[in-house]
């Protein structure tokens, strides 16, 4: 299993970032993927997930302003992030699940891509 995020870089609050994740060595379109992310001197949280089906979860915190999406032909995540506030900071990672719902959890986790939001 490979996952590798991209995308992430420096942004003023209120503004958009769209991290990606190019994933290989596993049948994409089976697993359900998602974001994690770790803030500095905080534990790593999920932010949000997208079953095989397109059904989708997210954190409270980021409920309204980030979307997240699947192009399974292409073997692609993605955040869509808008209204991005400084608590957004984080290293950004992209993850497997450990089947095809958003329940079973997680088993694999890529590099991760930066995200800085400056106020």
């Known amino acids: 299993v490979q996952l590798q995020a991209s995308g992430g870089g420096l942004v003023k609050a209120g503004g958009s970032l769209r991290p990606s994740c190019a994933a290989s060595?596993?049948?994409?379109?089976?697993?359900?993927m998602g974001w994690y992310r770790q803030a500095p001197g905080k534990e790593r949280e999920l932010v949000a997930g997208?079953?095989?089906?397109?059904?989708?979860y997210y954190a409270e915190s980021v409920k309204g302003r980030f979307i997240v999406s699947r192009d399974n032909a292409k073997n692609m995540l993605y955040l869509e992030m808008s209204s991005l506030k400084p608590d957004d900071t984080a290293v950004y990672y992209c993850?497997?699940?450990?089947?095809?719902?958003?329940?079973?959890?997680?088993?694999?986790w890529g590099q991760g891509t930066l995200v800085t939001v400056s106020s």
């Open positions: 993850a497997k699940g450990r089947g095809a719902s958003l329940h079973v959890g997680y088993d694999y």
């Open positions: 997208i079953s095989s089906g397109g059904s989708t």
């Open positions: 060595g596993f049948t994409f379109g089976s697993y359900v």
